[in-house]
């Protein structure tokens, strides 16, 4: 009794999805809009600057320096995004020292070398209020 309409219904998603793919980009989105450049030169006319620099003094307080000057403060660095939002648990690192040996049906030899591994298999991350949250060194 389910089965028509389980077919019925598989048959309107597929019916919709071709539907979709069937559609042009030139359909979707109009094309007889201004470009880009129109755009940029509109806004830079309204502002009344002809000079870049001045465009970029007028943002704020942040003096226009070369590429190589510090954005600290202004940047998002992947440390305050993933350890502070997300902290993890401790999980040690073991360090094994494996000696000199010989090693398959030819006796090999291997020399001596040292790997390291975590404690556990898995990384764990802390629950929310856990452990105090840490705070972001300046």
Not at 8 to 26: H, N, P
Not at 65 to 76: I, P, Q
Request: hydrophobic share 35%; glycine share 8%.
């Amino acid at each position: 009794m389910h089965k028509p309409s389980i077919l019925i219904s598989v048959l309107g998603w597929i019916s919709l999805v071709l539907g979709g793919c069937a559609s042009t980009k030139d359909a979707v989105l109009p094309q007889d809009g201004p470009s880009m450049q129109t755009i940029y030169q509109q806004h830079i006319q309204e502002m009344g600057a002809r000079d870049p620099l001045t465009l970029r003094e007028a943002l704020g307080e942040r003096p226009v320096v070369d590429r190589d000057g510090s954005l600290h403060g202004y940047t998002r660095e992947a440390y305050d995004e993933i350890d502070v939002i997300f902290p993890r648990l401790p999980n040690p690192t073991l360090v094994m020292y494996l000696f000199p040996h010989l090693a398959g049906e030819e006796s090999a030899p291997v020399p001596g070398y040292v790997t390291t591994f975590p404690l556990y298999e898995r990384i764990e991350y802390v629950l929310p209020g856990e452990v105090p949250a840490r705070r972001q060194q300046q």
